[in-house]
């Protein structure tokens, strides 16, 4: 069991950036694959980016290649995102989740693969 708790969301004006942070406890952080998730109004939950438990791989969707970057700190139990060049469309509730299970061919970007969700924390970037 793992518990997750992200923060670091916020109001920001396009083109600006923001770093969330997503603080594990309960078990050992270091054996688990995390992902971030997102969902804005009306729409699915989409994969953003996921990074392996020993933070060797990386993954992210087409939409913020280059903008935002995923990053663990073991020591911390903390996993992380660097949003950089936000746009509007960027505004949403952002989750992270973790799994202790390796990542199957583009599993990392399946909701279905996480085991273990935390509460959110919203994203607004007005344009």
């Known amino acids: 069991q793992v518990q997750l708790v992200e923060s670091g969301g916020g109001l920001v004006q396009a083109g600006g950036s923001l770093r969330l942070s997503c603080a594990a406890s309960g078990s050992t952080f270091s054996s688990y694959n995390m992902g971030w998730f997102r969902q804005a109004p009306g729409k699915e939950r989409e994969f953003v980016a996921a990074?392996?438990?020993?933070?060797?791989?990386?993954y992210s969707a087409d939409s913020v290649r280059g903008r935002f970057a995923i990053s663990r700190d073991n020591a911390k139990n903390t996993v992380y995102l660097q949003m950089n060049s936000l746009k509007p469309e960027d505004t949403a509730v952002y989750y992270c989740a973790a799994t202790g299970r390796p990542y199957s061919s583009r599993g990392y970007s399946r909701v279905s693969t996480y085991d273990y969700w935390g509460q959110g924390t919203q994203v607004t970037v007005s344009s």
């Open positions: 990074i392996v438990w020993s933070g060797g791989s990386t």
